[in-house]
């Protein structure tokens, strides 16, 4: 059996801030099984040339393509576009694009038999100037906000 390579994509930010949990990733993945690469999504670039994907790293062509790729960005496009070269992303990019946005991942639950927080989707200039009356108290969260930031208790409409 050949020996599996693969890339760990993270923004440069979030890596400082993730550099235990991204150690994990690199100390289990480097064995005799695999390799794995940390890979810095601030200096990989992905588009297309001459009709045909690309993919650069550090300004240069990526000619040996890694077998799978743990993407920790969130970039849906990014996944889609390795996906779309051959290459196994984790997460795919269709769990990116529903579970880094909270709205879908609502309307995702939804389908299924679990119970949830009753859950309404507004901008907030809308919602200010609809009156629409709560419950209080209420969570209020933006679709995007990841990491437990974003989130506030509103305990009235004061």
Known sequence: MSLLNGWLIYSKDHYNINTPFARRFLDSGNNSKSSIKLIFKDELYYGIESKSLCLKYRNKNVSELPDF???????????????????????????????????RTYLEVSKLDIPMVDT???????????GLIFDYPVVVKTTGGRGGKEVMLASSDV
């Open 69 to 103: 790729v743990i993407n920790r960005t969130i970039d849906p496009l990014l996944s889609r576009h390795l996906e779309a070269m051959g290459i196994k992303v984790f997460n795919s990019s269709q769990i990116a694009e529903i579970c880094n946005d909270k709205g």
């Open 120 to 130: 309404l989707f507004a901008d907030k200039d809308s919602l200010v100037k609809s």
